[in-house]
Every structure is written in structure tokens, then in C-alpha cells.
């Protein structure tokens, strides 16, 4: 059973540019969910998708868009970007909508320069 | 809305001490809560949760935290660290009316000295 993989692990984009952060989910699971983690702070819930339609968002503007595909893995893409964009962004996936079995991935490390 | 705090940024302890982390949340409906760890450069992991019924839970590591719904708190202890215990702990709260969007609290930076 492989878990959550995200991809890029690393990246570095100039302000205004956009990005995209994609996200395979483990083996069963339908639902997933974009967490924001900036330097120091707790994760924040940006986004979910269940069943490939959006199920819930968070407080995060409109440039902050995703996708959940057939296959239940997601796109996370962020337009216009800003430094404070700078992030670890963490994707999570559960079988239906249920908190307590999320399994988590390792993250993509987003810096804006 | 829900929220949590977690009333300690820091902790530093000797290892073969004990340790307790703090955690209080503010909910106006019934909640489920969790602890996870987080490693350097590392993603989220699931320590132990509360959904429903003994309200002690013990994760397989010896970590184990006590909902107490009189005073909205899930404090996280362990009688006894370990060097390897180092590690970011995070304390997190949903609700059967969230979904299973998770609020996280600040963070607590548990570091185990020799």
C-alpha cells in the first residue's frame, strides 16, 4: 500500500509567476485536502475535494485554485504568486470525508522570491 | 468556528523525564481530537486521536492524551522521553460538522537533551 507522494519536494518561483503542486493519494482513498504550512505556524486548511468536486475551503484567495482528478490525485495551483506564498504545502487523503483517517505526505517546499 | 491552542512554543526536557504538552481548544460543538508529529523536513504523522468513548488514548510509542470536555483540553504526556522523541507536535481539532477540515494549533517544539 504506498502512501501519500507529492511532487515537487523543493521548488522556487519568482513573484507573480504561477505554480502548480500535484499530489497522488494512497491506494482507496477519494478524498483529499491542501494544507498551507508557513515557516513556524500550524498547518492551514486551504482546500478539499471530495469525489472530484470541491467539499469545503478554507480563508485563502481565489488565485488559490485545484483540481481532484478520476484517479482521486490533485493539483494545487497558485497564480500571481506572493512571497508570503512561501510555504510548506501539505496534501492529506482519507477514504470519505473522515478526519481521523487522513494519511498525510511529506510536502512540497514552496519559496517565492 | 473552532480553534486550539497549544500553550507551549517550547519545551525542553532531560531524557528518561517526563513531559507534558498542552493543548486547549474552543469548540460550540462536539469535536474530534488529535496529536501528530512532525520530523524535520518531514510531513504529518499521526500520533493518536479521539473521536468517541475512553477518553484516554494511548499511542504504540507511549505517548497518551486525556480529553477532558470540562475544561476543552487534550494535554499530550509521556512518563518517560526519548532522545528520538525530538520532533514538532502538532494539536488539531475537527468536528462532525467540518467535515474533515482539521484546525491545527501553533505548534510545540519538544526537544530531548542527553
Known amino acids: 500500500e504506498t502512501g501519500v507522494t507529492q511532487s515537487p519536494t523543493h521548488l522556487i518561483k519568482t513573484r507573480g509567476q504561477q505554480v502548480t503542486l500535484r499530489c497522488s493519494s494512497q491506494s482507496g482513498h477519494n478524498t483529499v485536502s491542501w494544507y498551507q504550512q508557513a515557516l513556524g505556524q500550524g498547518p492551514q486548511f486551504i482546500f478539499q475535494?471530495?469525489?472530484?468536486?470541491?467539499?469545503g475551503r478554507g480563508n485563502f484567495p481565489p488565485r488559490f485554485s485545484g483540481l481532484q482528478f478520476p484517479n482521486y490525485s490533485s493539483e494545487l495551483n497558485v497564480n500571481a504568486l506572493e512571497l508570503d506564498d512561501s510555504a510548506l504545502y501539505l496534501c492529506?487523503?482519507?477514504?470519505?470525508?473522515?478526519?481521523?483517517?487522513?494519511?498525510f505526505g511529506s510536502g512540497t517546499r514552496l519559496t517565492v522570491v | 468556528a473552532q480553534s486550539v491552542t497549544q500553550l507551549d512554543s517550547q519545551v525542553p526536557v532531560f531524557e528518561e523525564a517526563p513531559v507534558e504538552l498542552r493543548c486547549n481548544y474552543s469548540?460550540?460543538?462536539?469535536?474530534?481530537l488529535f496529536w501528530y508529529v512532525q520530523y524535520p523536513n518531514q510531513g504529518l504523522q499521526l500520533l493518536l486521536k479521539y473521536l468517541s468513548g475512553s477518553t484516554l488514548v494511548e499511542s504504540i510509542n507511549g505517548f497518551e492524551a486525556e480529553f477532558n470536555k470540562s475544561q476543552t483540553s487534550f494535554h499530550l504526556r509521556k512518563p518517560s522521553v526519548h532522545i528520538s522523541d525530538t520532533a514538532e507536535y502538532f494539536c488539531?481539532?475537527?468536528?462532525?460538522?467540518?467535515?474533515?477540515?482539521?484546525?491545527f494549533g501553533e505548534g510545540t517544539q519538544l526537544t530531548v537533551n542527553p
Open positions: 492529506a487523503s482519507s477514504s470519505g470525508l473522515n478526519a481521523g483517517g487522513y494519511t
Open positions: 469548540s460550540s460543538v462536539s469535536v474530534y
Open positions: 488539531a481539532v475537527s468536528s462532525p460538522l467540518s467535515g474533515s477540515r482539521l484546525t
Open positions: 475535494y471530495y469525489r472530484e468536486e470541491e467539499n
